[in-house]
């Protein structure tokens, strides 16, 4: 995997260049990365959508991809453990670790040919670690905190799950980190003090100045703290730590299928590269495969409305790059469980252009606004689908949904804006830009500059509306009103149309003035996964745990549905890390349970 960093202007164009962005090794910090999918030549594995019509009611249909493979006859090698660990990501890891830890004989198995994290995935949504402490950071209460998440998903996940979270995620980040060295940096913008490869960088912090989460419609609650360059060496940790209690890792080795025996996971059948398979005897098995946005047939059959979206999370092999294809939730499936009620939640962040998803004006390709353009990228992603679809001038395809616009008094405009993931909101001039090249080299971290801004490719700049309309492509005519009538809402401090904060109502008055192209928003990760009780074990269609199952990360049920929430920054990998861990304990014989009561 290209580790390399990347500098936040690398990256404007996300959203609007989804396309051409897809085939980066890596992306932003909030997916989890778990790269044990199976390399599987069947129909559910190979991402190619059959087709078929359904006969008699629509329940009676069965996708294609619920068609097992065969068992393998050829058997090369046989071992047994206590637990086996299907992937190696943030929860695999996790779990391998949890479960040496309990004494337990641990194998697991990883596709990639090494341990190796999504490029830039690196934050951390844990509440009340150690280093949060000593750098004075408070969250919000966990009533506040899980309230709003669950309000965000429309009610539909299990709250236990969240309320688990807030109470042991902190001391879960402490346990995974254990024995890692690095520095912390005392603020974002921050520049290290040592020349130790690996450092923690807290989120937005301190906050914005005057920044009030109970204010906001999508309130952002601080405390999020990032591994750099990624999380790479955290996963180092964890495995490190799991070998040195003997617990073994196999790398170039996919899972394929479980072993059940009378309704009770006993194993799984796994292969290398060359498909030489090895039966794995295990007492448990804890499945962390990552997620399924790059199996079509199940995109097709559990979310096709999410087909619009390009997804960028991959991992790597010698033969280049893998999607995650929800070999796990299969495994699971085949093995008598069930997918969780949906919707499903893709995690599609739109990144935004020069300022980031800051609530400027936007325009469609029409030049009509459409919509309060103060919510953050997830939402704005959402909305973006509801709009038509023209030629994107950076991209050349037809995924330019809309255009950003601002005038020159951005630098004066910003730091009114949300705090939070995707925004910009800190200006340094020109005299003070030698105090902050740590921060204005990194990835969406709220800092920029006149140049930084004024030199994005694709931004176009104009001294009138009219030529400004011109160079977008627009109706001249369209575009003036639209501004105009903004424009009167601005003076008049209310937005009548839209709704959007008065505190965003930032007329476009003053030249030059400017607008970027947003194209349809990039997925990290498709959410979604097994139906699972509070131990973490998948459960069959009657209700009853799969004995000898477990499933973390992506692969398990309850975490998010609907919507992913972006009030929390890197929740997914918290959530990873806890369940991961919880999993790994419980499938080494501990009877722990996932539960909002501290």
């Not at 999380?231 to 495995?239: H, K």
């Not at 990552?290 to 059959?301: A, F, P, S």
Request: proline share 5%.
């Amino acid at each position: 995997m290209d580790n390399a960093k990347l500098s936040r202007r690398a990256f404007l164009g996300l959203g609007a260049t989804a396309a051409v962005a897809a085939g980066a090794a890596g992306l932003v910090g909030c997916a989890p990365a778990s790269n044990a999918e199976s390399g599987k030549t069947d129909a559910a594995a190979d991402g190619t959508a059959q087709g078929g019509a359904a006969s008699g009611k629509p329940a009676d249909f069965t996708p294609n991809f619920m068609s097992a493979p065969s068992v393998p006859t050829d058997i090369k090698e046989t071992k047994d453990c206590d637990v086996l660990v299907i992937g190696l990501g943030l929860s695999g890891c996790a779990a391998a670790k949890a479960a040496a830890e309990e004494g337990a004989k641990v194998i697991a198995v990883e596709k990639a040919a090494e341990l190796s994290a999504v490029s830039m995935a690196g934050d951390f949504g844990v509440v009340g670690s150690q280093i949060q402490k000593d750098l004075g950071i408070e969250w919000a209460g966990k009533d506040v905190i899980v309230n709003q998440l669950m309000k965000d998903m429309c009610y539909r996940p299990t709250p236990d799950f969240l309320g688990y979270w807030y109470d042991h995620s902190g001391e879960d980040f402490d346990w995974l980190i254990e024995g890692a060295d690095f520095e912390v940096l005392t603020s974002t913008a921050a520049d290290q003090q040592t020349d130790k490869p690996n450092y923690i960088r807290p989120k937005c912090f301190p906050a914005l100045e005057g920044y009030d989460y109970t204010t906001e419609y999508y309130p952002y609650f601080h405390g999020t703290i990032t591994t750099n360059p990624n999380m790479q060496w955290t996963l180092d940790a964890a495995a490190a730590k799991a070998e040195e209690l003997g617990a073994e890792l196999i790398y170039s080795t996919w899972g394929e299928q479980l072993i059940v025996d009378n309704g009770k996971v006993t194993g799984a059948y796994v292969h290398d590269k060359d498909g030489n398979y090895t039966q794995i005897n295990a007492k448990s098995v804890v499945l962390a495969t990552g997620d399924w946005g790059n199996n079509q047939d199940m995109r097709d059959y559990f979310i096709p409305w999410a087909n619009e979206f390009v997804s960028f999370y991959t991992t790597m092999d010698a033969a280049g790059a893998i999607g995650n294809t929800g070999d796990g939730h299969l495994m699971g499936l085949w093995a008598g469980s069930h997918m969780e009620l949906g919707p499903h939640a893709p995690m599609t962040h739109h990144m935004g252009g020069p300022l980031g998803v800051d609530g400027y004006l936007q325009l469609d390709i029409n030049g009509n606004r459409f919509m309060n353009e103060d919510i953050p990228g997830q939402n704005i992603a959402d909305q973006l689908s509801r709009v038509p679809v023209g030629t994107n001038p950076l991209t050349g395809q037809e995924d330019l949904r809309s255009w950003q616009i601002f005038d020159s008094k951005w630098p004066d405009e910003i730091a009114h804006m949300p705090d939070g993931h995707g925004y910009v909101n800190h200006f340094i001039p020109e005299d003070q830009i030698d105090q902050y090249q740590t921060v204005l080299a990194g990835f969406g971290l709220g800092y920029t500059t006149k140049e930084m801004v004024e030199g994005t490719q694709g931004l176009i700049k104009a001294d009138t509306i009219e030529d400004l309309a011109s160079q977008m492509g627009l109706d001249v005519a369209t575009v003036q009103a639209s501004i105009d009538r903004y424009n009167e809402m601005c003076a008049a401090g209310h937005d009548s149309d839209f709704g959007k904060d008065p505190r965003r109502l930032f007329p476009v008055s003053e030249p030059p003035f400017f607008a970027y192209p947003f194209g349809s928003a990039g997925m990290l990760v498709l959410m979604g996964g097994l139906e699972v009780n509070k131990k973490l074990q998948p459960l069959n269609d009657a209700g009853e745990p799969i004995e000898g199952l477990y499933a973390t990360g992506n692969v398990q049920g309850g975490r998010y549905l609907v919507e992913y929430p972006v009030t929390v920054a890197g929740i997914s990998l918290g959530t990873a890390l806890s369940f991961g861990r919880l999993a790994g304990m419980n499938a080494a014989g501990k009877d722990i349970e996932a539960t909002t009561q501290a």
